[in-house]
């Protein structure tokens, strides 16, 4: 089996060819940074256009780049949710057109479990089970992880994910978009005595996080100060610590809470130096080890989408009848690879 997978949950195209006996082959990456750069933040509407412009020239290339053509396909896989419910509509049209064009069968993927599977694509996977923690533009959690499809979320956030919080800090100091990746090079040059921003919610137990009372203290201290670039590197720096020693203490718990000896950490925070470093630290002070995704496969991809996919309709997952995307999706709601098929009843009068 050959897997094509689409990602288009947000503002980055992504298309990538899974193999049953080979693996990965190939993937590709439209990213519309420069597109949205202007505005400050995500369009839905002009992510939704460009998606449309790029799937398929994208999965054109994928295939050539392998010597394949579309008839060597034996699946579709594609983003159902959670997402932009517009950028999801393009991606799951032109999935499940594949799928009926090619007489192969269709299936929507849950874009964190993908990110959450994106470690298995590299050379040492982690092995079942592990602790993970999923930090992307719109979700952060931590998750205990059985086996694919055997989740159960151990906490969330109750308001802004990280790298929303990422993100808006970053704007607040009048960096350019995408702010994350910005804001980290900014904190190198911090002083980190400067300032102290409160860690959110590790003054009670419990396993959920929550970045507005942050975001609110960095509001007023960039109000208050003044406009050097010592002090903006400072903010930055004090701001990244916040975070960092959050997700450190929740992490600690979350690890001694499962008894967890492996800790997955994917999305597009993940690729953030001083939180894998930290994080590391945390791991193996309890004994733990870390795994993370390849830089590329942090933010999102087709990669994990087809290798999610892949696990799926290896076990005779296939899209029903109806078109749907959804931009709320729970983990909680997934089950195992085909646990979910209907399941033949027994025969009558059997001994």
Request: with cysteine.
């Amino acid at each position: 089996m050959i897997v094509l997978g689409i990602e288009t949950s947000c503002d980055e195209t992504g298309i990538a060819l899974y193999s049953h006996e080979q693996g990965l082959l190939t993937h590709r990456l439209h990213s519309q940074v420069d597109t949205h750069a202007v505005y400050g933040g995500v369009v839905p509407e002009l992510a939704s256009r460009d998606h449309i412009r790029r799937v398929l020239p994208l999965v054109n290339d994928c295939l050539d780049e392998v010597g394949l053509s579309r008839a060597d396909l034996g699946g579709v896989a594609y983003t159902r949710g959670p997402g932009l419910a517009g950028a999801l509509l393009v991606g799951t049209a032109v999935g499940r057109s594949l799928g009926w064009a090619l007489d192969c069968p269709s299936l929507g993927v849950h874009h964190m479990e993908g990110h959450l599977l994106a470690p298995m694509l590299e050379p040492e996977p982690p092995a079942f089970p592990f602790l993970a923690l999923l930090v992307s533009g719109g979700h952060t959690m931590l998750v205990q992880v059985a086996d694919i499809g055997r989740y159960r979320v151990l906490g969330e956030s109750l308001d802004d994910a990280a790298g929303e919080a990422f993100d808006k800090t970053a704007k607040l100091l009048g960096l350019p978009y995408p702010g994350g990746p910005q804001l980290e090079a900014l904190a190198r040059d911090g002083d980190p005595d400067r300032f102290v921003f409160p860690r959110p919610m590790t003054d009670r137990p419990g396993l959920d996080f929550s970045f507005s009372g942050l975001k609110t203290a960095v509001v007023n201290t960039v109000a208050s100060a003044d406009a050097e670039p010592a002090t903006r590197a400072a903010i930055a720096r004090a701001f990244q610590d916040a975070v960092v020693d959050t997700f450190a203490i929740k992490v600690r718990r979350a690890l001694a809470e499962t008894g967890a000896r492996c800790l997955v950490v994917a999305g597009g925070v993940g690729a953030n130096q001083a939180l894998r470093e930290r994080l590391r630290e945390e791991a193996s002070a309890q004994g733990a080890t870390v795994a993370y995704p390849r830089l590329a496969f942090c933010t999102d991809n087709g990669a994990m989408i087809a290798y999610a996919g892949y696990r799926r309709l290896l076990a005779g997952e296939r899209d029903d009848g109806a078109t749907e995307v959804r931009p709320r999706w729970s983990m909680d709601e997934l089950s195992p690879p085909g646990e979910a098929l209907p399941q033949p009843t027994p025969a009558a009068g059997g001994a």
